[in-house]
């Protein structure tokens, strides 16, 4: 039994949501997306509520049936209220500037990274330091803020370089004479 799968989906007032064949379609202030059903898995929408349910009981329906959930209620919240993500640059020299549809990182490299940023996402920066990733898709804004972070990964003796605003960095003791 699936402790995910058995919570109900809520649906704000300002989502339209729509089942057609093996998709999930959710519209709202933020744009439009949609999410594929397992075969395995049966969605209902009743008014304002969706539940999700497993057709059978064999161990693959079980392991799909909480996943297929959470994408579900991913999608909802993404197109009412968005996800966010945020990153903090460590580091001398270490900034970013945002040029139009590209973000430009100097991060002691002999050359600058410019990464293009892809649509249905706003990026922010403030302070040269501190990069806000915003959007609907839960699984893109991840994407995006992982992609940045690997350029230039916190090192654990100086805390110098790219990190999410909540991660913890444990710090290492340096040589000992």
């Known amino acids: 039994m699936s402790r995910v799968g058995l919570?109900?989906?809520?649906?704000?007032?300002?989502?339209?949501?729509?089942?057609?064949?093996?998709?999930i379609i959710a519209e709202g202030p933020l744009g439009k997306l949609e999410s594929g059903i397992h075969n395995?898995?049966?969605?209902?929408?009743?008014?304002n509520i969706i539940k999700v349910s497993p057709?059978?009981?064999?161990?693959?329906?079980?392991?799909?049936?909480g996943l297929q959930r959470n994408l579900v209620n991913n999608i909802i919240i993404g197109v009412s209220d968005g996800f966010t993500k945020k990153l903090?640059?460590?580091?001398?020299?270490?900034?970013?500037n945002l040029k139009g549809k590209t973000l430009e990182l100097a991060l002691g490299y002999s050359h600058p990274i410019n990464y293009e940023i892809p649509e249905g996402i706003n990026l922010t920066v403030d302070k040269q330091n501190n990069i806000e990733i915003k959007g609907a898709d839960k699984q893109?804004?991840?994407?995006?803020?992982?992609?940045?972070?690997n350029f230039r990964g916190p090192e654990p003796y100086k805390g110098k370089g790219i990190k999410y605003a909540d991660e913890y960095i444990n710090r290492k003791e340096g040589k000992k004479k």
């Open 140 to 149: 893109l804004v991840g994407q995006i803020a992982a992609e940045i972070r």
């Open 55 to 65: 057709k059978n009981e064999d161990k693959e329906t079980r392991s799909f049936w």
């Open 40 to 47: 395995t898995i049966e969605v209902k929408i009743d008014g």
């Open 7 to 23: 919570k109900e989906i809520n649906i704000p007032d300002n989502v339209k949501v729509s089942l057609q064949d093996a998709k």
């Open 88 to 96: 903090e640059m460590n580091g001398v020299g270490y900034r970013a």
